[in-house]
Every structure is written in structure tokens, then in C-alpha cells.
């Protein structure tokens, strides 16, 4: 990082489905290959993919050591990192966890995906989460999601009114959509004037879905900053706080909301 802005690197990942030893082991290596970033962010179930088997074990063994090793690269970095793993809720359910990791190693958030995903069996194998996160980042103040949650305009507009100012959206959507999410990650920026960084899987699975990559950094006015294509690749983007405060200055559109027409 220099001065106000936040350096961000997204790490765009080719999932290995179900080995999470070997995911780990490239996480950090794209990582370490990327230095000077303030942020990292990985996709969504970036350690197992949609290996449903073996997510029980995943969240009892491989999540907690994927967790210290995330933290021994924060310390090392001085950086966040994010991204979701399979995890045990406190009733014992496996949910679809965002750890955001801050630069003393330590979690500075977590959030359960709210919206799960039918055609790759979520509600059947997930709990829902029932809350939305925001956390501190280095001026910024980030509303954490996944994936599907792009769908759902409501959460990312009432996280704007909160205080949001950046979105960071780690995903595993699959390339015949691709178009829709790098739409609709577009569209949650502009309307609510925040940053947006992405970062999706990328290539094919073992069940034969080929996820699109497509990973990008929108500005606070839509533009698309930094942009990957379909196989793996590490973007960066600078965020300056200051942008967001300019774009919402030119166009106060939180405060034209009208009672009775954009909430009851």
C-alpha cells in the first residue's frame, strides 16, 4: 500500500476438488508471489470445491490448518487475506464460512453464506447464515458475501446504508453464467457506489463444471478496474477511499431514497 489507497490482489484459483493440502499449498504460493498487497482475496470453498463427501472431515481437520496457514501468510505480509471454507457452525451444522484474516493473523471477521445455492446442493449439505458482516480495512469499511449472495440486491444496499464502502466477493460461479455474475458484481458496485473485488474459480471440476474465472475489481462507479480471464491469474487494483467519497459527493443517491417507493 502506499499512501490512503489499498493495494488488492485477487487470487484466482484452479480448485483441486477434495484436497485441500494441495489448494493450500498453491494459495501460498500464488500469495507469496504476489507481494506488497494490503488485501488478498481467494474464491469461494477455495481449499475443497463442491467435493461434498469430504467436507465433514474438511471442516474438523483441514479448515483449522488451512486457517494457521493463512495466518502465518497474514503475519508474513502484513496484509488481509479472505476467502470461504467448509466449516462447523455452533450447532454443529457445515457452513459455507468467509474468514477474513487481518495482519496480525488474527480474525477480524467471519460470515456464513446467507443465500445458498441450489443447482450445486448447498441447502442440502449447508446451514443458511442469518446476519450480514462488515469489517474495518485499512480506511475502507467491507461487506462481506459469496457468490449467489450477488443475486440479492438488498443485502449489499443495506450494508452501503451501514457504513459499506467495498464489497469482497469470493465466488465458484460456473463459466455457462459467467456474463450474469461479472453483471451483476458491476451493477451492486455502481448502484451503491463502493468498490467490488471478485475473485472466482477458475477451470473445470471433477464432476465436469468448468467455472469462468472472470475475476475483476470494479470502481465505485462501475468501471471495471482490474480484469482475468478464465484460467488462473493474479489481478491487482489500487482503492482509494477518496473515489468512493467523490463518486457519492456528485451523486448524493442515498439520500434521494424515497419512503414508500425504496423501503415501506
Request: hydrophobic letters at 50%; glycine letters at 10%.
Amino acid at each position: 500500500m502506499t499512501g490512503s489507497a489499498l493495494e488488492v490482489a485477487v487470487i484466482q484459483l484452479a480448485v483441486a476438488d477434495g484436497d485441500p493440502a494441495t489448494n493450500v499449498e498453491r494459495a501460498a504460493g500464488r500469495i507469496r508471489a504476489a507481494p506488497g498487497a494490503g488485501l488478498y482475496l481467494l474464491p469461494e470453498l477455495w481449499t475443497t470445491g463442491y467435493a461434498w463427501a469430504g467436507w465433514a472431515g474438511a471442516a474438523a481437520r483441514d479448515t483449522p490448518r488451512a486457517l494457521r496457514a493463512l495466518a502465518d501468510l497474514a503475519r508474513a505480509a502484513g496484509a488481509f487475506i479472505g476467502g470461504s471454507m467448509i466449516a462447523r457452525a455452533d450447532d454443529g451444522a457445515l457452513v459455507n464460512r468467509f474468514w477474513l484474516l487481518g495482519p496480525d493473523g488474527a480474525a477480524a471477521a467471519t460470515y456464513d453464506k446467507a443465500h445458498l445455492f441450489p443447482p450445486m446442493a448447498e441447502p442440502e449439505h449447508l446451514k443458511a447464515g442469518t446476519r450480514r458482516v462488515r469489517s474495518a480495512i485499512a480506511g475502507f469499511r467491507a461487506g462481506l458475501s459469496l457468490c449467489y449472495d450477488l443475486r440479492f440486491p438488498e443485502m449489499y444496499r443495506l450494508d452501503a446504508l451501514e457504513g459499506a464502502d467495498l464489497f469482497l466477493i469470493p465466488a465458484e460461479w460456473p463459466a455457462e453464467r459467467i456474463t450474469t455474475m461479472r453483471l451483476l458484481a458491476r451493477a451492486r458496485a455502481a448502484e451503491n457506489q463502493a468498490y467490488a473485488v471478485l475473485c472466482n474459480r477458475a477451470g473445470p471440476a471433477e464432476d465436469g463444471t468448468v467455472f469462468g474465472g472472470g475475476s475483476m475489481v470494479v470502481g465505485p462507479d462501475g468501471t471495471v478496474l482490474a480484469d482475468a480471464g478464465a484460467a488462473e491469474e493474479t489481478i491487482r487494483a489500487a482503492l482509494d477511499p477518496a473515489a468512493v467519497a467523490a463518486v457519492r459527493a456528485r451523486l448524493p443517491v442515498f439520500d434521494q431514497r424515497a419512503a414508500g417507493v425504496d423501503w415501506l
